[in-house]
């Protein structure tokens, strides 16, 4: 019976984790430090924290012992991304050496670079990324749901992909591991920008305008940072991208109509840390750092400033980006 860990279980590791166990044919644990959902799930068949209305499959277990990590066929990361390479680093020794880790992870890892690169630098086992439209809820629910999955090479994807099958989780396969993570993290940053349009408009001819010049500004900057332009058509592309911007449940986009609002401010900022917040700093960075004209960019520079600038006028936000866009 091939086993399957889970480092972490918050929502995305309970729902995959439970698509899994629902098949009856695999080991599947949740690696977790809290032991009151630890308790839920082994005892009630829920996880309190994170869904606790739902009945999980019979054949889902969570457990403490890290060193169930030795004998995991396939290990999925779904901690916060800042935690992930810091992790696999102070725990190498109880990893499997040929086990297949997957990150599910969705941000910038340690000093601001991707986590597979990171990743490769002291680990030798595959490393696999695996980026979609995916709310944990509709997953958990058995709606249909697309993730990218993403190699240097083909060599793992079969495996992978193999133990989702007869499931609501279908996969399209990308080299561009890349181009696969900085999508990930880019269209966090626009969701923010559609979020803060619909807050005070609702046209959606402004919307798509805008989401046409997202898009566009997202494949620039992935192409500008060694991602591919094909990528911007997979799951973990366009797919999560509107999932994301247009969604109510997403808390980037949540952000922006917050901040379209009015209510947003540096006590917010300090308390609420989001993906997207993170991300147009560093990316911001990084294209100042690599001599690139920031004017290429125009909607990220303009919400820079709204997250840098004290008393920045979020209601001229949208007038801005438009003057800059033409």
Do not use: W
């Amino acid at each position: 019976m091939k086993k399957i860990v889970f480092v972490g279980s918050g929502a995305i590791a309970t729902a995959i984790g439970n698509v899994l166990a629902r098949k009856a044919v695999y080991d599947v644990t949740l690696l977790s430090i809290e032991e009151e959902v630890v308790d839920s799930i082994n005892n009630d068949r829920v996880n309190i924290a994170y869904f606790p209305n739902v009945k999980l499959s019979r054949n889902i277990k969570a457990s403490t012992d890290i060193e169930i990590l030795k004998d995991a066929d396939i290990i999925f990361m779904a901690i916060p991304s800042t935690a992930v390479v810091g992790y696999l680093e102070s725990n190498k020794q109880y990893i499997n050496p040929k086990a297949i880790i997957v990150n599910l992870a969705k941000g910038f890892g340690k000093d601001d670079r991707l986590i597979p690169e990171c990743l490769m630098e002291f680990m030798n086992n595959p490393i696999l990324t695996m980026k979609g439209p995916s709310f944990a809820r509709e997953i958990i629910n058995r709606q249909e749901t697309g993730f990218t999955l993403a190699s240097q090479n083909n060599d793992y994807f079969n495996e992978v992909a193999e133990i989702f099958s007869n499931t609501n989780i279908h996969f399209d396969f990308s080299n561009d591991m890349l181009g696969v993570e900085f999508a990930s993290i880019l269209k966090n940053i626009y969701a923010i920008v559609i979020g803060m349009l619909d807050a005070n408009y609702d046209s959606p001819n402004l919307r798509s305008l805008v989401i046409t010049k997202s898009i566009n500004e997202m494949r620039k900057l992935m192409l500008s940072f060694g991602g591919q332009e094909i990528t911007m058509f997979n799951y973990c592309g366009f797919g999560d991208f509107s999932l994301t911007a247009l969604n109510d449940m997403s808390r980037n986009r949540t952000l922006g109509l917050l901040i379209g609002k009015g209510f947003f401010n540096s006590g917010i900022s300090e308390k609420v840390v989001l993906e997207g917040r993170i991300a147009v700093d560093v990316f911001y960075q990084k294209v100042e750092e690599s001599h690139i004209d920031i004017s290429a960019f125009p909607i990220m520079s303009e919400l820079y400033h709204v997250f840098n600038d004290n008393d920045y006028p979020t209601k001229k936000f949208v007038k801005n980006i438009l003057n800059k866009i033409k």
